[in-house]
């Protein structure tokens, strides 16, 4: 299960590195206020966007969309 998480947390360190700043450092420091908050969550890609799940549910996620 250690691996996998890595590997998730590793997905979601190159969907940050593919997004454009401001929205990069704004998705990172919501990604850290999320982990302090919930400490437990464990890092995920779910239906292609980084996630965080507790005991295997999904309780938040985000991603960063072109605005038109």
């Known amino acids: 299960?250690?691996?996998n998480h890595r590997m998730s947390r590793?997905?979601?360190d190159a969907y940050l590195a593919n997004v454009e700043e401001p929205k990069r450092s704004t998705l990172a420091q919501l990604r850290r206020t999320i982990l302090s908050?919930?400490?437990e969550a464990?890092?995920?890609i779910s239906y292609q966007i980084p996630a965080f799940r507790v005991s295997g549910?999904?309780?938040a996620g985000?991603?960063?969309f072109r605005t038109t």
Do not use: D, G, T, Y
């Open 10 to 12: 590793e997905q979601v």
């Open 62 to 64: 985000f991603a960063a």
């Open 42 to 44: 464990e890092e995920c």
């Open 37 to 39: 908050i919930v400490p």
């Open 57 to 59: 549910s999904v309780i």
């Open 1 to 3: 299960m250690l691996q």
